[in-house]
């Protein structure tokens, strides 16, 4: 059983940074490519940034560009995303997602697996 557990939502003011932290269980998570969506109530989940298997190929929205990386820690089986210019529009629930395809997805169906959310609010 693969479990994601994502931490490191707040509440911070617009310009201000988050770091969010996803842990996986399982045995084969250097495998696994994983993405990190957000949500907010009334729109579809968007995809904010992915990473690959092997932690070279990325992608990032067009919105977050230049502000958020992605990276990954095999050694700690986690996957990170630090938020940097955090504006109003960055407010949401992040979910981090895991495929086993391995290469990068860009649609929630392409991902496996999923963690329960963490919230991020920024204030104007």
């Known amino acids: 059983q693969v479990q994601l557990v994502e931490s490191g939502g707040g509440l911070v003011q617009a310009g201000g940074s988050l770091r969010l932290s996803c842990a996986v269980s399982?045995?084969?998570?250097?495998?696994?490519?994983m993405g990190w969506f957000r949500q907010v109530p009334g729109k579809e989940r968007e995809l904010v940034a992915a990473i690959s298997w092997s932690g070279g190929p990325t992608y990032y929205a067009d919105s977050v560009k230049g502000r958020f990386t992605i990276s990954r820690d095999n050694a700690k089986s986690t996957v990170y995303l630090q938020m940097n210019s955090l504006k109003p529009e960055d407010t949401a629930v992040y979910y981090c997602a895991a495929s086993r395809a391995g290469g990068l997805q860009w649609y929630p169906n392409g991902y496996d697996y999923w963690g329960q959310g963490t919230q991020v609010t920024v204030s104007s």
């Open positions: 399982g045995r084969t998570f250097s495998s696994y490519s």
